[in-house]
Nanobody, 127 residues
């Protein structure tokens, strides 16, 4: 099973940017679909973005409507690390952000689709 460790969270003003990292160990991350989820206080964990496992036919990304055009998911295979670049941050983006991985790529993702999870990193956006 792949082990995941997130980093890069912090406090930022509205309109600012952060880049979250998800360092993987134990397995090659490119062979896994990777997702980012977030959970705000009192709310359920929700999907943010996902990137499919490497395939010669191409890599697919998907985003929640609330972050489309502002967040970008990517993966650096040489570093075995995934990223979530977050721009134009809003106070409603405040949450604990989790990365997740699973061997299976899908057209859409939910929390049930991922077997490996990181411990989370806090993102706080002030108004």
């Amino acid at each position: 099973q792949v082990q995941l460790v997130e980093s890069g969270g912090g406090l930022v003003q509205a309109g600012g940017s952060l880049r979250l990292s998800c360092a993987a160990s134990g397995r090659t991350l490119s062979r896994y679909a990777m997702g980012w989820f977030r959970q705000a206080p009192g709310k359920e964990r929700e999907f943010v973005a996902a990137i499919s496992a490497f395939s010669w036919s191409g890599i697919r990304t998907s985003y929640a409507d609330s972050v489309k055009g502002r967040f970008t998911i990517s993966r650096d295979n040489t570093k075995n690390t995934g990223y979530l670049q977050m721009n134009s941050l809003k106070p409603e983006d405040t949450a604990v952000y989790y990365c997740a991985a699973d061997p299976s790529s899908r057209d859409s993702y939910s929390t049930r689709d991922f077997g490996s999870w990181g411990q989370g990193t806090q993102v706080t956006v002030s108004s």
